[in-house]
């Protein structure tokens, strides 16, 4: 046992102590959570676990100060420690990703991109009209300009990747307030290959003329050209936003370097910190020297207070990612992703875009006859956790989809390399071999009920044990 898990060991079981001590149902909870993650093969493309210094840097008393504003410019009295976690929380994220601002304030991947739309409204709609008018901030605008402004803010187009070939909601779509706030127009990928085709794009930006192009994707097994994505957006006039917050991980650790990583091509990039990158939950945004007025007016323009608490273990876990340890972490999560889509396609499984270039894989469920949702809860029940996922022109819909996502962050920190990443690729076709669709009652199978074959759920939640023991969850800790 480590020093650190002997001492988190027993802090934390006097902390769930103190909790039960107030509502013990929250103590379980959390005792049964930390069962559950260390139980089950975790494949969420999403998901990781923080390490023992970032999860303790977030249960602090950091978090009972307001500190609305930015550094040295706050508007509550007594902010210097919040002045200082901002400071270096900022200056980590500035210098691992070499970006030339960075906003460390927003609580979440969502709330960064509104933050990112914001200062892009702002740079490029509001700031002009002021100028043009000859006034300093927008209550120096008279009713009439005001309304004007008001209504040429409604009137700006964005374009992101397509929700069934693995966007985000947050990217234009209608179910977003970003939908609400934008005329949108997606691009999709090649028929044949899958991969974005960039002729196509700069064809339909071309006619569409975004203001805002945005790059990024969840679901998308591959990686982007942020070369070609601002050219297309500097032919078009539009401002490149690429949303990272899946691979942030992969472009910390330098496995993105080039044209693959965004920083150097977008002049507004948004990103959570707990998918790849392993912090605490949460978001940031990096910007040029230019957009960087218009980021800080985040809060209060679409955020809340800033969590203190929260940037502190944010400066960890960026301070984390600077060594080399996560340089080979990230690493390695792009080189198991490449095995887990091997092993699944050599055991006859079929891949979105037949396999992947970064940490996540998108295996199409029709193979096996079922739907996603069938082959996620068949999972679910042997001790795998995915989560069902659109493929392109899903023939199932978003709700029961023909997909399921899986990848590999979470695991790859738990210790797996490529052997263990080869035996989950048995187990998952070995489940979904071995699930099939319950009949509806005019005899076609069903899209939710499905039956699992004797046995296979059990076989399973044998092996991922064996796999699970060797690479324990935060080793040492007993709570
Ligand atoms: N952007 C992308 C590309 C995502 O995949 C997600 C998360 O699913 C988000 C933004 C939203 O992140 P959060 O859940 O932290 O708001």
Known sequence: ??????????????????????????????????????????????ENYASLPV???????????????TIGHRFYAGCRNVDTVESVA?????ELFGAEYA???????????????WSILAHRVESPALERLGAKNVNELSEADWETLRKSFAEQRVMGMSLDVGGHLTHGFRPNISGKMFHQRSYGTDAKTQLID????????????PLILVAGYSAYPRRVNFAKMREIADEVGAT????????AGLVAGKVFTGEENPVPYAHVVASTTHKSLRGPRGGFVLATAEYAPSVDRGCPMVLGGPLSHIMAAKAVAFAEARTDAFRGYAQSVADNAKVLADGLLKRG?????????????????????????????????????TNRNSVPNDPNGAWYTTGVRIGTPALTSRGFGADEFDKVAELIVDVLSNTTPTLTAAGAPGKAKYTLA??????????ASELLDANPLYPGLVV
């Not at 060991?9 to 909870?29: N, T």
């Not at 900022?90 to 500035?94: D, L, N």
């Not at 499984?349 to 949702?373: C, K, M, P, Q």
């Not at 004797?454 to 092996?463: I, L, M, N, Q, Y």
């Open 454 to 463: 004797d046995g296979v759920a059990e076989r399973t939640k044998a092996a």
């Open 1 to 46: 046992m480590t020093d650190l898990a002997t001492s988190a060991s027993s802090i934390y079981s006097q902390i769930l102590d103190v909790i039960g001590g107030v509502e013990p149902r929250i103590a379980e909870a959390t005792r049964s959570e930390l069962a559950d993650q260390r139980a089950s093969l975790k494949l969420i493309a999403s």
């Open 90 to 94: 900022a200056e980590h994220a500035r």
């Open 349 to 385: 499984a079929s891949l979105v875009t037949g396999g992947t270039d970064n940490h996540l894989v998108l295996i199409h469920t029709s193979t096996f006859g079922v739907t996603g949702r069938q082959a996620e809860s068949a999972l679910l029940d042997s001790g795998i956790v």
């Open 198 to 209: 960039y002729d196509k794009l700069l064809a339909d930006a071309r006619e569409f003329k």
């Open 103 to 117: 906003y460390v304030q927003p609580h979440s991947g969502i709330d960064a991109n509104l933050v990112a739309y």
């Open 55 to 69: 999860l303790m840097t977030m249960g602090t008393w950091l978090s009972d100060k307001y500190a609305e504003g």
């Open 240 to 247: 490149l936003f690429v949303d990272m917050a899946h691979f």
